[in-house]
């Protein structure tokens, strides 16, 4: 069974989800990263793949991926690096990238390393829902890849419900009108718009993503979802640390705390 | 037929590729555009402030001395004597009626040389929209005058201080800010590039150039059509524009003129077709400067109008079915046919339109070819660069 399935089976609250960015601060850092996140008592890993124009990142991400590629991080170092995680690893492993490079990379050779290395999930924000469905819908399901779509505040009730029935996995819902890592705190605007999806009754688990950071923010937006992403609050913890593993630990552990 | 399909596609080329955060708005400007644009109400209003504020009908100047020199029947398309000094307020004037229209009360937009930024800072104080453009922090430097304006103009100029600094950096920013503001606020696209429906949307205002060239023509010629147009391409609205009407007028050859700058094989260039391969830049599949693993290239050109790793999808499928031809012109040679024709002329020519110049000195042609030449802007703004160039 695929791991995301299995994750919201089991578990339906506070579900944890961390971002980091592949090759990011030292290249060889991946794995090492996901062992602490799991180690930590996170539930997913979403490994950022680094793109030169990454379009709906704030400034701390776009850091990420300069310096992931100037560290020489590429899908092919990724891959290879990411060979053995399942020894190591248990959660569940989503991608989030843009497209161009997978385009690159090519669609099919990227799925299928996805499924051979143990990715669970894809999430590729400027792949839009046709054209998923037109081009690519068919190699995510041989190869077993759940795919999640965004949804933002100023999606439509009808546009979210073709994105839940088109997604499988869990829907991430982006949490204001913004970009990653540019805002903070909850206002009541965005709890209404959390109350009116979470009344929606959508098949898919929720996951509430950009702009949350700390403790307070998770457990309140846990309040009308299935749990929270971490991206750009985590980025900054680990950019300049001396011991990672003790520094993600300390941070998660008071995040879920 | 070289025709925009439903998805937004000119063959392989276009779409909408963009973050879920975008598809409101993007779907806004789908369904309403068209509509909106087909009103007597918009027509009449653009087309006044076209003729009244920007100066249109433009010239179609007989170049007797250039047509001397290179023995061939030379017309410019004189865009360069449009208010602000270039052919991109075309296309914010109708951009800017389309925004009001849609209700939104602000107004963000990307310039690399400054023209487009200066284009759209004048359409916002015509307008009394509040107004900010994003520039690349090496464009803010190299083209200090246009920047200048804009902040006479009102505008707020922010700088793109991430990546190359140029073009690209300041679109990827005005993206991110449209994310971030996505109700009140529309977003005027410089060129034929960006989502579905930019790139169409884009050259239909632009497509007046063309519409004068077939009446000025018939006039002078007796003939619409010409033998040859030939217009620079940074990410191609001038060039879309001067095309237009003869797309599907086979005879018409198109001449699409990029930046080499230092050279093709330099690393320091922007030609696209000749370097580029497919991918996604922007939220359109096109030709693009790209490492193999899908990192887009720092692009580099004299000129900061062209200084762009990708081109808009219509003349990524020109090229691809080879209805326009492509050459390429280097930094110097640009330099020096600018020169030449202020020289020739009594015109000074932006740098980017000094591209277009040297491909006379590129392409074959008869004795008595009719050529147009789309004198996209003046070079004004350019004049520091004109300055440290010497040479003349
Ligand atoms: C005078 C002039 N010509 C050409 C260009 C290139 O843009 P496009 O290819 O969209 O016409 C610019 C861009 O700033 C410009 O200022």
Redesign the interface.
Same mark, same amino acid.
């Given at each position: 069974m695929n791991r995301i399935d299995q994750l919201f089976q089991q578990k339906k609250e506070r579900v944890l989800s961390i971002y980091f960015t592949a090759g990011f601060p030292k290249l060889e850092d991946t794995l090492p990263i996901m062992e602490a996140i799991e180690a930590a008592g996170a539930d997913i890993i979403e490994i950022g793949i680094p793109y030169s124009d990454p379009i709906a990142d704030g400034p701390t991400i776009q850091d990420s991926n300069m310096i992931a590629l100037e560290n020489g991080m590429s899908l092919k170092v990724l891959f290879e690096q990411l060979k053995e995680m399942r020894k190591t690893v248990s959660i569940p492993v989503v991608f989030m990238g843009y497209l161009n490079p997978i385009i690159q990379y090519g669609m099919e050779n990227f799925c299928a390393k996805c499924k051979e290395v143990g990715v669970d999930g894809l999430i590729l924000p400027d792949l839009p829902m046709q054209q998923f469905l037109d081009e690519f819908k068919g190699l995510f399901d041989k190869y077993e890849l759940r795919n999640t779509f965004l949804i933002s505040p100023q999606t439509s009730e009808k546009r979210i419900r073709e994105i839940d029935q088109h997604s499988n996995g869990f829907i991430y819902m982006v949490s204001s009108h913004s970009i990653t890592g540019a805002k903070t705190g909850i206002s009541d605007e965005q709890v209404t718009y959390f109350e009116r999806v979470a009344a929606m009754d959508l098949k898919n688990p929720r996951l509430i993503g950009f702009g949350i950071s700390d403790a307070e923010s998770f457990s309140k937006v846990s309040q009308y979802s299935n749990g929270a992403i971490i991206g750009s609050s985590f980025i900054k913890k680990i950019k300049d640390s001396k011991n990672l593993k003790e520094d993600i630990k300390t941070y998660i552990q008071e995040v879920i705390r | 037929m070289i025709r925009v399909d439903e998805?937004g596609f000119y063959g392989k080329f276009g &779409? @909408?590729? /963009? $973050?879920?955060?975008l *598809? $409101?708005?993007i779907e806004e400007l789908r369904e309403n555009y068209e509509s909106i644009v087909a009103t007597e109400e918009f027509q009449k209003e653009f087309k006044l402030l076209l003729k009244d504020y920007v100066g249109r009908p433009t010239p179609l100047y007989f170049a007797t001395r250039l047509s001397e020199k290179f023995g061939a029947k030379i017309y410019l398309k004189r865009e360069d004597l449009c208010h602000t000094g270039a052919h991109k307020i075309n296309n914010t004037i109708g951009q800017i009626i389309l925004a009001k229209k849609l209700g939104k009360k602000r107004i963000i937009a990307e310039t690399g040389a400054g023209q487009h930024g200066v284009a759209t800072a004048t359409v916002c104080a015509l307008m009394g929209m509040d107004c900010t453009i994003y520039m690349g922090s090496i464009d803010i430097q190299r083209q200090r005058p246009n920047v200048e304006r804009m902040r006479i103009l009102g505008a707020k100029v922010v700088p793109a201080t991430? &990546?190359s600094q140029t073009l690209?950096d300041a679109t #990827?920013e005005a993206?991110?800010q449209w /994310? #971030? #503001? $996505?109700?009140d606020t529309h977003y005027i696209i410089g060129s034929v590039v960006g989502p579905h429906p930019y790139p169409e949307m884009v050259a239909r205002f632009q497509s007046v150039i063309s519409e004068e060239m077939k009446w000025q023509l018939l006039e002078k010629e007796g003939n619409e059509n010409p033998d040859i147009v030939v217009a620079c391409v940074g990410g191609g609205s001038n060039a879309a524009g001067a095309f237009y009407h003869y797309y599907n007028v086979p005879q018409v050859r198109l001449v699409a003129v990029e930046a080499a700058g230092l050279g093709i094989s330099s690393g320091k260039s922007a030609a696209t077709t000749v370097l580029g391969?497919s =991918? /996604?830049? *922007? &939220?359109s599949k096109t030709l693009l400067m790209?490492t @193999?693993? =899908?990192?887009?290239i720092e692009p580099h050109s004299i000129s900061a109008g062209l200084d762009y790793p990708g081109i808009g999808p219509v003349h990524a499928h020109l090229f691809d079915i080879g209805r326009a031809e492509f050459v390429a012109v280097e930094d110097e040679d640009a330099m020096n046919a600018g020169i030449a024709l202020s020289r020739t002329e009594g015109i000074i020519p932006a740098i980017e339109t000094a591209h277009a110049l040297h491909a006379l000195s590129m392409i074959e042609f008869k004795k008595d070819d009719v050529i147009v030449i789309n004198l996209s802007g003046r070079g004004d703004k350019d004049l520091d660069t004109y300055i440290k160039w010497g040479g003349y």
């Open positions: - | 998805k &779409g @909408a590729y /963009i $973050p879920e955060m *598809h $409101p708005n991430s &990546g690209k #990827n993206m991110r /994310i #971030n #503001n $996505p109700v391969t =991918g /996604i830049l *922007h &939220g790209q @193999a693993d =899908g990192q887009v």
